[in-house]
């Protein structure tokens, strides 16, 4: 089992920038990847980005390509999403979680050990 606890989310006005954390805790040697998701009120959970715990493979979501950046410290046990150029749009509670085999997929079906959340208001 593993545990994650998300941190840094908070209000910021558009146009700002956050860093998210997710600190993973107990069996993270069997982790392959690792996730973040986004749910905004009155919609579903969507996909973010993920990264390859070991490194090498990054997947984002259009929606967030060129604004966002994942990435791990696998010293920390710990996984990263800065935001930058952060719109209203991106309001949301943001989970991470973890995937145990491959591939990537954006999917939140075969992602598991979710994180409490954070949220992440934008104003414009």
């Known amino acids: 089992q593993v545990q994650l606890v998300e941190s840094g989310g908070g209000l910021v006005q558009a146009g700002g920038s956050l860093r998210l954390s997710c600190a993973a805790s107990?069996?993270?040697?069997?982790?392959?990847?690792m996730g973040w998701f986004r749910q905004a009120p009155g919609k579903e959970r969507e996909f973010v980005a993920a990264?390859?715990?070991?490194?090498?493979?990054?997947v984002y979501a259009n929606s967030v390509k060129g604004r966002f950046s994942i990435s791990r410290d696998n010293a920390k046990n710990t996984m990263y999403l800065q935001m930058n150029s952060l719109n209203p749009e991106d309001t949301a509670v943001y989970y991470c979680?973890?995937?145990?085999?491959?591939?990537?997929?954006?999917?939140?079906?075969?992602?598991?050990?979710w994180g409490q959340g954070t949220q992440v208001t934008v104003s414009s």
């Open positions: 990264i390859r715990w070991s490194g090498g493979s990054i």
């Open positions: 107990g069996r993270t040697f069997s982790t392959y990847a």
């Open positions: 979680a973890t995937k145990q085999s491959p591939p990537i997929t954006v999917a939140t079906i075969g992602y598991g050990n």
